[in-house]
């Protein structure tokens, strides 16, 4: 245990927080930090979340028939509320709008007029004058809720999603068709950010996590201690003891990365949704999980890569001569994985979710086969590290 602290200190070395911390709000910055700032994207996504978490306290996480009728006359009451407004906007008086259905008409006719792509500034000012006065993107977000609601009691999800199925897909949509589930209501822009934050916010797991890890062994060789461990069988134990070392420690960075990010998503609303199924007609889940039991799936997900990447790095330092030759490696590592956990999700969709009227790459549970062979190969490559270490001679 004395030898295991003393390795995890060793990897801990403070240049390299340092550095870690620097890259890690870089990479906020330019990556991870706009699904955070615009997790809830634009006043109309806004007026659907608060919406959301209105109807949530009311009806809890899906809609009956009862409660749709009761939103139906909420639509209604919104839409008064729209008229009272408009008296107190006056390029609306000027434009004789009395009622929403007159803005709407008055919107559909400047539409038709510059369709052909002449510019009317001032019929353009007026309309976004009474759209940002007003609850109009409530108003919106309501009818869509109602539009979504009759499409998916009326309808048939297989029928809706019309594309090209796998027969997997075709049951999972039969599947969700009898259940409550595709009468939730979360709002598809939540997962549009998710979706776009898990992306980054893995590929950021495996790039700490290299940066962390890449001097490990390295540093011994360079400093000529190899020979000396090598000279006796306690001392190529060493080596074991760096392996757990360097997991405990890919483990615990991990594990800080996604407390810093949940704070920041919870800081956002997010807590809100935890009870929300996720199903929507741009995201069909595999499984009936809520909106928090997802996330802690991806953060479940994000610690497997996290200890899985510290594997094949510590190899890859054992194996390299500097750190120039450690640094070509952790590079190509790092293609390899960013590909494999970035470009997955872009091909099925997000993770554990399928879109059924596009043609990709759709199996179910496809990011557990994968993950699983994954840290498969890094248990080997570990293994085959510490039986060539302990029988190899002394050079």
Same mark, same amino acid.
């Given at each position: 245990?004395?030898?295991?602290? *003393?390795?995890?200190?060793?990897?801990? #070395?403070?240049?390299?927080?340092?550095?870690?911390?620097?890259?890690?709000?870089?990479?906020?910055?330019?990556?991870?930090?706009?699904?955070?700032?615009?997790?809830?994207?634009?006043?109309?996504?806004?007026?659907?979340? $608060?919406?959301?978490?209105?109807?949530?306290?009311?009806?809890?996480?899906?809609?009956?028939? #009862?409660?749709?009728?009761?939103?139906?006359?909420?639509?209604?009451?919104? /839409?008064?509320?729209?008229?009272?407004?408009? /008296? $107190?906007?006056?390029?609306?008086?000027?434009?004789? +709008?009395?009622?929403?259905?007159?803005?709407?008409?008055?919107?559909?006719?400047?539409?038709?007029?510059?369709?052909?792509?002449?510019?009317?500034?001032?019929?353009?000012?007026?309309?976004?004058?009474?759209?940002? #006065?007003?609850?109009? @993107?409530?108003?919106? =977000?309501?009818?869509?809720?109602?539009?979504?609601?009759?499409?998916?009691?009326?309808?048939?999800?297989?029928?809706?999603?019309?594309?090209?199925?796998?027969?997997?897909?075709?049951?999972?949509?039969?599947?969700?068709? *009898?259940?409550?589930? /595709?009468? =939730?209501?979360?709002?598809?822009?939540?997962?549009?950010?998710?979706?776009?934050?898990?992306?980054?916010? !893995?590929?950021?797991?495996?790039?700490?996590?290299?940066?962390?890890?890449?001097?490990?062994?390295?540093?011994?060789?360079?400093?000529?201690?190899?020979?000396?461990? @090598?000279?006796?069988?306690? =001392?190529?134990?060493?080596?074991?003891? *760096?392996? /757990?070392?360097?997991?405990?420690?890919?483990?615990?960075?991990?594990?800080?990365?996604?407390?810093?990010?949940?704070?920041?998503?919870?800081?956002?609303?997010?807590?809100?949704?935890?009870?929300?199924?996720?199903?929507?007609?741009?995201?069909?889940?595999?499984?009936?999980?809520?909106?928090?039991?997802?996330?802690?799936?991806?953060?479940? !997900?994000?610690?497997?890569?996290?200890?899985?990447?510290?594997? @094949?790095?510590?190899?890859?330092?054992?194996?390299?001569?500097?750190?120039?030759?450690?640094?070509?490696?952790?590079?190509?590592?790092?293609?390899?994985?960013?590909?494999?956990?970035?470009?997955?999700?872009?091909?099925?969709?997000?993770?554990?979710?399928?879109?059924? !009227?596009?043609?990709?790459?759709?199996?179910?549970?496809?990011?557990? +086969?994968?993950?699983?062979?994954?840290?498969?190969?890094?248990?080997?490559?570990?293994?085959?590290?510490?039986?060539?270490?302990?029988?190899?001679?002394?050079?």
């Amino acid at each position: 245990m004395r030898l295991l602290l *003393q390795e995890i200190k060793k990897i801990w #070395n403070p240049v390299i927080v340092i550095i870690i911390m620097a890259f890690g709000l870089i990479y906020y910055v330019l990556f991870s930090g706009f699904y955070i700032q615009y997790y809830v994207n634009g006043s109309d996504d806004q007026a659907v979340f $608060d919406l959301t978490a209105e109807w949530s306290q009311k009806y809890g996480n899906t809609l009956e028939y #009862n409660e749709y009728e009761e939103i139906a006359q909420q639509l209604e009451d919104e /839409k008064l509320q729209f008229a009272d407004q408009l /008296k $107190d906007i006056p390029l609306a008086v000027e434009n004789s +709008i009395t009622t929403y259905e007159e803005f709407r008409a008055f919107e559909n006719d400047y539409y038709d007029r510059t369709s052909d792509g002449k510019v009317e500034p001032d019929t353009e000012r007026t309309k976004w004058t009474i759209i940002n #006065n007003s609850n109009f @993107f409530r108003i919106q =977000g309501i009818e869509q809720t109602i539009q979504y609601y009759k499409l998916k009691s009326e309808g048939d999800l297989s029928d809706f999603f019309n594309g090209d199925h796998t027969d997997a897909e075709a049951e999972r949509l039969i599947e969700l068709n *009898q259940s409550a589930v /595709k009468f =939730g209501y979360i709002p598809p822009g939540i997962l549009d950010s998710t979706t776009g934050l898990t992306i980054s916010f !893995m590929i950021w797991v495996i790039i700490s996590v290299i940066i962390l890890l890449s001097p490990t062994i390295v540093r011994d060789r360079l400093n000529r201690m190899q020979n000396l461990q @090598f000279s006796s069988f306690i =001392g190529r134990s060493i080596l074991l003891a *760096q392996i /757990k070392a360097s997991l405990v420690s890919a483990a615990i960075l991990t594990v800080l990365n996604c407390l810093i990010y949940g704070v920041l998503l919870i800081s956002k609303g997010a807590l809100v949704l935890k009870d929300f199924y996720l199903y929507s007609y741009s995201y069909v889940p595999w499984f009936d999980w809520t909106y928090g039991t997802y996330l802690l799936v991806l953060a479940s !997900m994000a610690l497997i890569i996290g200890v899985m990447t510290g594997g @094949f790095t510590v190899f890859l330092s054992r194996y390299s001569r500097n750190y120039i030759g450690m640094l070509i490696k952790s590079v190509l590592l790092l293609g390899v994985l960013i590909f494999t956990f970035s470009m997955l999700p872009i091909v099925t969709r997000p993770f554990f979710m399928f879109n059924p !009227m596009s043609l990709r790459i759709r199996v179910k549970g496809i990011e557990f +086969i994968l993950l699983g062979a994954l840290a498969l190969c890094s248990v080997l490559v570990i293994g085959i590290a510490l039986v060539r270490q302990r029988h190899k001679e002394l050079s």
